[in-house]
């Protein structure tokens, strides 16, 4: 099974945070991160899961009604006195580049599916590019359009399609192979771990990247560990989680 870290460190650190990815970078058996990007007013890359900042910030408001500017400004709630802010995708990959050149992985989650966030495909496009680091990046998205974006701007792009339900990702995989004459199974299918909802005989093989939501930071460290051999029975290949330290 391989393991992702899931907004970074995110159960005992602040979620999508440089800390949460600077943990998760060194922890061993760590295949890679998963992070959500999104786009500030003024057309920004950064790095955050909710389309609203009140969540994880001391702001409130919708994080395309701020500029980098005026985000930078919010404080990331951490339990400590120094405060984290929200990274820009070229702050992580400042960060990631000496991994990503060496074998770690990033799933970068195109987090478009509620506002579309025109021109974000080109814009992570072209930051990977100029970093070199694309052999080491998966896009994925609730939005299989912005697969279909990503994959006109980057033909060798890696892809993975997201939905609650495993059924829904195969489908919508099986869609966009045909569409972009890709061959069968290039891409993956990231599914909920609640999802799982048919067998290994109709997955023939593909990369099957499961996501759990788990408990985010502050919760307490669980220190427990899943029990990956079931989901290795269904077909699982790669797990998404939050306290991957525990492994
Ligand atoms: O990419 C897997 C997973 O992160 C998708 O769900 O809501 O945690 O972004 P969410
Ligand atoms: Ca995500």
Known sequence: MKIWAHRGCSQNYPENTLTSFEKAM??????????????????????????????????????????????????????????????????????????????????????????????????????????????????????????????????????????SWLSNCLFAAKGMEKILNLSEGSIALHPGGGGLDISLDMLEGRIVRAWFGGHLYPSKPTGGRMDFDKFTKAGVTDVFINEPEVY
């Open 26 to 163: 060194n922890v061993d058996k760590v295949t890679g991160i998963e992070l959500d990007i999104q786009l500030t007013k003024d057309g920004e890359l950064v790095v955050i899961h909710d389309e609203k900042v009140d969540r994880t910030t001391d702001g409130i408001g919708f994080v395309r009604d701020f500029t980098l500017r005026e985000l930078k400004t919010l404080h990331i709630r951490t339990g400590k006195d120094e405060p984290e802010h929200i990274p820009t995708m070229r702050e992580v990959l400042d960060l990631l580049k000496p991994k990503l050149l060496n074998g770690f992985k990033l799933n970068i989650e195109l987090k478009n599916s509620i506002y579309q966030y025109p021109g974000m495909e080109a814009k992570i496009v072209k930051l990977v590019s100029e970093y070199g680091v694309q052999d080491s990046i998966v896009y994925s998205s609730f939005y299989p359009r912005s697969l279909l974006n990503v994959h006109d701007l980057e033909p060798g792009a890696k892809l993975g399609v997201l939905n």
